[in-house]
């Protein structure tokens, strides 16, 4: 993220916090990492029995980096961060 001048900040986010950003529509993407999946947009939040939509962006943080990181897998972008491991 920061390679593309993402801005990064890592704290602990509480759902009060996410449930506040979504009422008044400042949270604007939301993603989700895993090895297995690698980064895949999350399109709607739901707590308790109210569910919140998050529109799809154009120009997503999400789809960049999974990109990047796909880029890295497939050998087309140079693995900076030694993440890869072969067998």
Do not use: C
């Not at 704290?11 to 916090?17: A, F, Y």
């Not at 707590?47 to 529109?55: E, G, P, Q, V, W």
């Amino acid at each position: 993220a920061k390679e593309n001048n993402i801005e990064v900040e890592e704290r602990r986010i509480s759902v009060e916090e996410i449930l506040e950003a979504l009422q008044n529509e400042s949270l604007k993407e939301a993603f989700g990492v895993g090895t297995a999946v690698t980064i895949n947009s999350i399109n709607s939040i739901t707590f308790r029995d109210k569910k919140f939509t998050i529109a799809p962006l154009s120009n997503s943080y999400a789809q960049l980096l999974k990109e990047n990181l796909q880029g890295i897998q497939y050998g087309k972008l140079k693995d900076e961060h030694q993440w890869l491991m072969y067998l």
